[in-house]
């Protein structure tokens, strides 16, 4: 029997607080069942954090993973009193669908919940914090965070960088008098925010720092789903269906589509199977060769000849191998990526012109479209519960933790277990069997292993 990945891992899933919750809620709920109102949440409330389950020596049904994390959720008690909060909220990296709804729920639970009249928002990510920064805050409040929803990107505007300078940061904070921050982004922002939530702890300081992640590629670990995921896979398939049609319509047509992923393919699983007119997809944990008897060409060859069109999808981490490094990186400090989409098109024509084969490549990058795509409504009401969370823990004071869902329920997460790997397709598990069974792609395109 294969061994489960997980089994025997004891995770930390300890919540740092800031100090213990003396004053009492301006929410009215209740702490009694069965009288009609929602109730509080309790630091004691957990759930496990595995579903999976296992027999023990007993013969008794135990779960695999037998840790457990802290639900999210209003508290009885919290920790700031309304009046004296100065909340910020900034987005940082790239923009993806949800940034404006993440905003506009944080705004309005602080303020209509709790009562809080000063929330700012950072422009420009955490450049926005440094010292010499050209950009001021901007105040918010639910009129101005009315219609926000709607939109694309974030009203604040995101960038890279300016994590890394902590001590600009906290002196930042400290300066105007902010007591709670709020950092929406992916695994480098959250790096940030910990480092942050560190030298605020150093300092004795009593400032919060949650973080909600955003990140399009869904590659953080311990997060069941990242916001904006669901659209981007939406925003996708009419860039697929567009290239199956381009592809059917001409002699021996191949439709060429790149979409995000630099290290995680899910948004190109995802899409594979809501589109099923792909024939190849190629995601950075399933290597490929180009050429041999085994490689992409050489079964594309085949499928061109069989069927007269090809549409491939594929991820922009995929098939780095085989391009030369850029040598360079951005201001987050990722390894900028050569461009797989057009260096693959210039390899396929190469391919058939030398094998004296008329194809016709329709390559398509929707990148920039998917990522500035307002959210569904799917990822609409994800991105107002993460917002409304996110307020709930940092008035509870609680710091350097996440909000998250596991098993379908809202949790904190520490960010510094959140952040220590991260999440990538199985390429043994379900989500691609179906892929490959929907492709019906060779499970390996690789020289080096079996075509059957």
């Known amino acids: ?8 891992l004891q995770y930390n899933f300890d919540i740092t607080n800031l100090g213990e919750p003396k004053l009492s809620t301006p929410i009215i709920m209740s702490d009694d069942l069965g009288d009609g109102r929602a109730d509080y949440v309790n630091d004691n409330d957990r759930l496990f954090f595995s579903v999976d389950s296992e027999i023990d020596t007993d013969g008794n049904r135990v779960p695999l993973v037998k840790d457990t994390v802290e639900k999210a959720g209003p508290r009885k008690k919290i920790y700031f009193n309304p009046a004296h909060v ?10 993806c669908p949800g940034l404006n709804n993440v905003i506009r729920s944080v705004v309005r639970c602080f303020w209509y919940r709790y009562g809080v009249r000063r929330i700012s928002g950072v422009q420009f990510g955490y450049r926005g914090l440094l010292e ?22 974030t009203i604040l505007g995101s960038a890279r960088g300016g994590g890394m300078q902590v001590d600009e940061i906290v002196d930042s904070l400290e300066r105007l008098n902010i007591n709670i921050l709020i950092a929406i982004g992916g695994d480098g922002t959250l790096r940030g925010a910990y480092d942050i939530g560190e030298e605020i702890k150093k300092r004795g300081l009593k400032i919060s720092v949650i973080g909600v992640p955003k990140t399009i590629d869904n590659d953080l670990s311990f997060i069941q789903s990242s916001f904006g995921f669901d659209t981007a896979v939406g925003a996708a398939v009419p860039s697929v269906r ?18 995000m992923g630099r290290e995680s393919g899910f948004i190109a699983a995802h899409t594979s199977l809501a589109q099923s007119d792909v024939n190849f997809c190629l ?29 491939i999808l594929i991820a922009e981490g995929a098939g780095q191998d085989l391009v030369p490094s850029t040598g360079q990186k951005d201001p987050s400090g990722n390894v900028k990526y050569a461009d797989i989409g057009i260096f693959l098109k210039s390899e396929i024509k190469k391919y058939f012109d030398e094998e004296g084969i008329e ?7 929707p990148s920039y479209i998917i990522r500035s795509a307002p959210a569904n409504s799917f990822d609409s009401i994800y991105c107002a519960r993460l917002g409304a969370h996110a307020a709930h823990a940092a ?10 869902q596991i098993n379908n329920r809202f949790v904190h997460i520490p960010i510094k277990q959140a952040v220590c790997k991260r999440n990538h397709v199985d390429v043994e598990g379900s989500l691609w069997r179906d892929v490959i069974e929907n492709t019906r792609q060779p499970f390996s395109m690789k020289n080096d292993k079996s075509i059957d």
């Not at 029997?1 to 025997?8: F, L, R």
């Not at 100065?86 to 790239?94: K, P, S």
């Not at 567009?242 to 979409?259: C, F, Q, R, T, Y």
């Not at 995601?283 to 549409?311: Q, S």
């Open 242 to 259: 567009g290239a199956h049609v381009e592809a059917k319509n001409s002699i021996n047509g191949i439709g060429l589509v790149k979409v």
């Open 1 to 8: 029997m294969k061994k489960n990945p997980e089994e025997g």
């Open 283 to 311: 995601i950075p944990e399933n290597p490929f060769d180009l050429y041999g008897p085994n490689g992409l060409l050489a079964h594309l060859k085949e499928r061109i000849m069989t069927r007269k069109h090809a549409v």
């Open 359 to 365: 194809v016709n490549i329709k390559y398509i990058d």
């Open 86 to 95: 100065h909340a910020a909220i900034c987005t940082c990296g790239g923009i």
């Open 132 to 153: 010499n920064s050209p950009w001021p805050l901007i105040p918010l409040d639910p009129d101005v965070v009315d219609d926000i929803q709607e939109k694309g990107g």
């Open 395 to 404: 008035m509870a004071g609680k710091t350097q933790c996440l909000i998250s």
